[in-house]
């Protein structure tokens, strides 16, 4: 088996809790984890198409079958994410969904800095690292898309959208999907995965990271009760959203301002719907 449709991002757009509301449909499969990471990733890559496929394995009787990878729509980051897509799942629908680009960046960077894969602040960060910008450059990514997938197959959502009224853009997935329609996900509001009380590592941890051979196969065998506590020792809350220096500020609005005023227009929303 495999996948019929891919979630493919943008990160911190709200793709958990977009792809668990999937899975709740009866005619809808998802696979677990979420994301797979199989085609951006070159050593995932190289454990083959058995492995892939192995993760839809009972997805037989369901007529939607997905996985939701946020990075696949990072093309400049992953260049070799959406030729490989092409090549094996050159059918598939795509769906994604999209947030304003700058709240987007200091959410991405929350994400990075709770999971130890930067130490860098975070307008440091924004500038040395290409990811950030690439991955809020929804015109140019959706475009690379658009070479390859009709847009009869490539549903674009806006995560304000899915705020506001989750039912309502879960029936247009649904729609999208060919499945029920009329199916209403439970609890579809509550969020999941949110940056919302996140921690990061405190230099302790970065320390044992580096010099515990297995640290992080330790920290997982643990009981979650004793991983709670390690937690609270080992990592602190990130409290509110990073702030932006006016000139790295001005730099990321430069580089975003005709990308985001040319996808707007595309997606037939209006120019202020986000403000940079």
């Known amino acids: 088996m495999k996948p019929n449709f891919l979630v493919i991002g943008a990160p911190k757009c709200a793709t958990t ?31 083959g198409w058995g492995w892939y496929s192995e993760h839809f394995h009972n997805a037989e009787s369901f007529k939607a079958i997905g996985e939701g990878t946020t990075v696949y729509s990072q093309t400049g980051t992953f260049p070799k994410a959406l030729d490989r897509i092409v090549e094996y799942l050159p059918e598939s629908k795509i769906i994604y969904i999209t947030r304003h680009p700058l709240e987007r960046i200091q959410s991405h960077w929350i994400e990075m800095h709770s999971q130890g894969l930067t130490m860098q602040p975070f ?29 009869d ?49 405190r230099k302790i941890t970065n320390i044992l990271r580096r010099n515990i051979p297995g640290f992080l196969r330790i920290r997982d065998s643990m009981p979650n009760s004793v991983r709670q506590i390690v937690k609270k020792i080992l990592k ?35 120019s202020d719907y986000w403000i940079l």
Request: hydrophobic share 35%; net charge negative; proline share 6%.
């Open 153 to 201: 197959r490539i549903l674009t959502l806006f995560y304000e959208d899915y705020r506001n009224d989750p039912n309502q853009v879960l029936k247009e997935c649904f729609n999208f999907l060919e499945v029920d329609e009329t199916f209403i996900v439970g609890g579809a509001d509550k969020p999941i995965y949110a940056s919302i009380g996140k921690r990061s590592d």
């Open 123 to 151: 307008n440091q960060a924004v500038i040395e690292d290409p990811q950030y910008i690439d991955a809020s450059s929804y015109f140019k990514q959706l475009s690379e898309y658009r070479k390859y997938f009709p847009d």
């Open 17 to 47: 809790s977009l792809c668990h509301n999937l899975s709740q449909h009866p005619e809808v499969f998802m696979s677990s984890p979420k994301e797979l990471f199989f085609f951006s990733y070159d050593n995932v890559f190289a454990k």
């Open 236 to 270: 602190k809350e990130i409290s509110g959203k990073p702030q932006w220096d006016a000139e790295v500020k001005e730099y990321v609005i430069r580089e975003l301002k005709n990308d985001t005023k040319n996808f707007l227009r595309l997606m037939d929303k209006p």
